[in-house]
């Protein structure tokens, strides 16, 4: 099950624009878990939200019990641009709109969920977001530097409740107050989660444990990279429906999920929107998986 | 064989201050190596060099014949300070002396080399020096912005004549004129050398060669990080020291000896000056290889 943003995005690329497409963290996460397992996804849009979602996941196992439809509300509208250095990334406007009212409600259906993603939101909406599930389940979040500045101790709160907490480097280095990244991973785990996945962007993703473990993976060495929108949402998802598949959540697990959570990324990118993942099958992201291992391994 | 600087250094990080301590590129890479295979150090010094190089390398192997001191002339000498993000170095001054002088000439007695490596200077002059060698070794080269901006022909020219290039990932982009990275490899490899290695400091490496086999590593999760100079030269030292040993470079072995150089690159950086290095054996190189290939394999 995944909780999060719904969006109509427009994005600007060095490789050309793409206007008022489907966007949105439930969105892209869903996609990329649907390779792996059956996907619950919980959002809210308003009444101008031009998408079919049942069209959008046609064939692909994604229950959209928990997509809230509200007719007096506008939908998240998000647009951004990215500059040579791919990683860098510019938001131009942001209309919250409905992300700004009460958070969805989780269907009673989804609360035997085992393993649960709270997309980026407010810690306090992810918190009441979590109160609604059964105990039990592995809860995984992201957050955003917005959170850390702003509302740090209703995110603190939120992370003595999850077990694993995957977040961008400089949101890393912020929450923990310091700039060695292994470090400020050791200091999140002493905040609450049992696990902590640093992502990286081009550079990869770190991963540590409340066990001592580690592992570090690079990004896939791609060279198609035209929207990196939707990168970290995919890898999420990738990695979720991962564990979610496997029923498992040891590190070596782990390390596969995150494995796979880089490969799928590495498809989200290429392309535009969700084209990069419509485009592809588990037998692709199979394949990546293993030139990953052959070109990472010594 | 290394052909190289050898510095008199004054670094300062958050960690503290080292005046007056050896550096250089020829130091730094010679130490390197000096775990893997015997060395012969090209360089030359002014007659203020303070350091006792016998004692420097005392036990290690490294043949000082090629270092010449020079009784007119001074020592290179380099300041640099590092900032929060150890990963960002300002040059606080630089006297180049004897760098600005003729090149050493490499000994009858190290013109069979079958491992080469040119650190970072002129190009034109790293040309010179490999004209020197006898023909069927393995060359790798360093260069740095400088050289690609102001001496892009003679850099060229070099890449025509080398082996493997390995450089910094801005250095790349800025060569390739492509601001993605694999790209920017395979435009290298397009101008020369067979091997490319790409250094992206605390986000690892990436090599390719001309026969489009691809690897990439991240850094070594490193905690403890005091002082980064002599970090891309130990790195280097490592590689070539280990394929020196191993007498082959085929991409399984390149593979293995960069995961070498990152290894002994992460101990180079604990410390300031050569202390990182000096403090360690092989033992320590080959415990944290298997700690390196546990925490990157899937």
Redesign the interface.
């Known amino acids: 099950m995944v909780t999060g943003s719904i969006a109509i995005d427009t994005v600007k690329t060095p490789y050309g624009i793409s206007e008022n497409c489907i966007g949105g963290s439930a969105v892209y996460f869903s996609m990329a878990a649907s390779f792996f397992t059956p996907v619950r996804l919980v959002g809210a849009i308003g009444s101008d939200c031009p998408f079919d979602f049942a069209e959008v996941f046609a064939g692909r196992n994604v229950d959209l019990t928990g997509l809230e439809v509200r007719a007096q509300s506008k939908t998240f509208r998000w647009a951004g641009s990215y500059h040579?250095?791919?990683d860098d990334r510019r938001t131009d406007y942001m209309e919250l709109n409905v992300l700004a009212e009460a958070p969805p409600r989780v269907p009673d259906s989804f609360k035997d969920s085992k393993f649960v993603f709270l997309a980026n939101t407010a810690p306090a909406l992810q918190y009441q977001l979590l109160q609604q599930i059964n105990a039990g389940s592995f809860v995984a979040a992201d957050t955003m530097n917005c959170w850390i500045q702003g509302h740090l101790d209703d995110l603190k709160a939120l992370l003595k409740k999850i077990d694993c907490l995957i977040i961008n480097e400089d949101e890393a280095r912020m929450l923990a107050a310091d700039?060695?990244?292994?470090?400020a991973g050791?200091k999140i785990l002493g905040i609450g989660p049992s696990v902590v996945i640093i992502k990286?962007g081009?550079?990869?993703s770190?991963m540590c444990n409340s066990d001592g473990e580690?592992?570090?993976?690079?990004?896939y060495?791609?060279?198609e990279?035209k929207d990196p929108t939707g990168a970290g949402d995919s890898f999420a998802g990738a990695l979720m429906g991962y564990l979610a598949q496997s029923g498992k959540t040891d590190f070596?697990m782990l390390?596969?999920a995150?494995?796979n959570g880089t490969v799928v990324a590495s498809f989200a990118i290429a392309d535009f929107s969700l084209a990069g993942l419509t485009s592809i099958d588990r037998t692709d992201i199979d394949s990546r998986l293993e030139t990953l291992?052959k070109?990472?391994?010594?």
Chains 1, 2 share one sequence.
């Open positions: 040579d250095n791919m700039s060695n990244l292994i470090r050791e990286k081009e550079s990869g770190i580690k592992f570090t993976l690079p990004a060495p791609a060279t990279v070596e390390k596969t995150v494995a291992r070109i990472t391994h010594f």
